[in-house]
């Protein structure tokens, strides 16, 4: 699976070239950025029964939300994405100062909240190496058409996996597995499986039949 960045880019090439559906494809569909910031605290200062934490914001994707975590051993965790044009904004500036920024969101909803005892910061943009961004998104004059389109293989020589190749649950973990099982399987044949009711839910949502994009 190759991030759908870098199959845009010259580092990689086709001979022959690629299907004129596949090459418009890449064309159509565009990769975002992404940070993410995962803070781990002594105390706990949110509800115990609450897993994700719903932050409503004047500005437009600034820390909507985050996801409460807990360790045994390694204590209560949250984690905040930030994605679009505030990630944007925040590509360039150091990492205490993006921890910053998820906390004062954070004392927005809380009065009581610490600073962390450890923290960890992820940047995922153009610059990114091997990656060239983060998920994949269908701008508003594209279509979901086109993701089906990058999924089929050229032969058996050529298969494309990854989440830019899942039209229902692009832009996800989940969408990358299950484009890989998908992709295993068409090489392969049936393969084996652990959890089979589980397997066969994910991945069916890659499998969607083969249509022309507009």
């Not at 949250?78 to 205490?96: E, F, Q, R, T």
């Not at 190496?129 to 701008?139: E, L, M, N, Q, S």
């Not at 999924?151 to 990358?176: D, I, K, N």
């Amino acid at each position: 699976a190759v991030p759908l960045p870098v199959l845009r880019t010259e580092a990689l090439a086709f001979e022959p070239p690629l299907p004129a559906y596949q090459a418009r494809a890449l064309r159509q569909l565009a990769s975002g950025a992404a940070i993410k910031v995962v803070m781990r605290f002594a105390i706990r200062f949110w509800p115990e029964d609450k897993y994700l934490l719903g932050n409503i914001q004047a500005n437009e994707g600034e820390w909507p939300q985050f996801f409460a975590q807990t360790f045994e051993e390694r204590g209560d965790t949250l984690v905040g994405i930030i994605s679009g044009k505030y990630a944007l904004a925040l590509m360039p500036v150091g990492d205490s100062a993006i921890v910053a920024a998820a906390l004062k969101n954070l004392r927005h909803m809380y009065e009581d909240v610490g600073n962390p005892s450890h923290y960890q910061v992820f940047k995922w943009g153009e610059q990114t190496p091997f990656f060239g961004g983060a998920r994949t998104y269908v701008p508003v004059d594209s279509s979901s058409s086109y993701l089906r389109n990058l999924s089929q293989p050229l032969g058996r020589r050529v298969l494309f996996a990854g989440e830019h190749t899942c039209a229902r649950m692009y832009g996800t973990t989940h969408g990358a597995y299950a484009s890989g099982i998908r992709e295993a399987r068409r090489l392969l044949g049936d393969l084996p499986s652990t959890f089979p009711l589980f397997e066969h839910q994910i991945t069916s949502s890659c499998e969607e039949p083969f249509g022309a994009a507009p």
